[in-house]
């Protein structure tokens, strides 16, 4: 395999998980926000989902954000008269962010982050190795 295709592939597969960490960062951010006026919404879960697209460049099919939409799920609801965002009956509706999956989702995410780090790097590695093999 060429190894600039190599490094398109890593390239494409970094710049999606970049944005999924992103992402749940966001989500991580909003845990615990509420709407700031009665009976308004509080933030909404994102999910990002991935897509393959094939690169005729490079005749390979690289990895790309398909979208990065809203995720459904009831909002969960606490007791809170003082919040400006509670309603009549004193109850505020919090957000539909489990902290536990997103520190999962950005687990995961980090690490398909490094394979493509070490991906890049093995292929430099060998890029250098073949030059310094020419040199001698």
């Not at 697209?53 to 099919?61: H, M």
């Not at 990895?63 to 309603?87: I, L, M, T």
Request: proline content about 4%; hydrophobic content about 40%; aromatic content about 4%.
């Amino acid at each position: 395999m060429d190894l600039s295709r190599v490094m398109k592939i890593a390239v494409a597969g970094l710049d999606a998980q970049a944005l999924r960490l992103k992402t749940v960062s966001e989500n991580l951010a909003n845990a615990n926000s509420t709407a700031t006026t009665p009976g308004g919404l509080p933030y909404r879960r994102k999910v990002v989902t991935f897509t393959n697209v094939l690169d005729r460049a490079v005749n390979a099919e690289l990895v790309k954000v398909d979208k990065v939409e809203e995720a459904g799920g009831d909002f969960q609801r606490r007791y809170d008269p003082a919040n400006p965002g509670a309603d009549k009956d004193g109850y505020v509706l919090t957000p539909n962010v489990n902290p536990l999956v997103e520190l999962m989702d950005m687990r995961e995410a980090q690490r398909s982050y490094q394979a493509d780090l070490d991906v890049i790097d093995a292929a430099k590695s060998m890029v250098s190795r073949t030059v310094d093999l020419l040199r001698s």
